[in-house]
């Protein structure tokens, strides 16, 4: 992947597969934990 876009891809995501087309760059990204935190409890 460009260095250029991992300032854009949080660490919590695994980037699966990038697709670059003239107009526009797709990334399939998944998440690294099969579980995730409560953004109000952290539980």
């Given at each position: 992947m460009p260095k250029r876009l991992l300032p854009f891809i949080p660490s919590s995501l695994r980037?699966?597969?990038?697709?670059?087309?003239?107009?526009?760059v797709t990334v399939l990204a998944v998440p690294r934990s099969a579980a995730a935190c409560c953004p109000v409890c952290r539980r």
């Open positions: 980037v699966v597969a990038v697709t670059a087309e003239p107009e526009h």
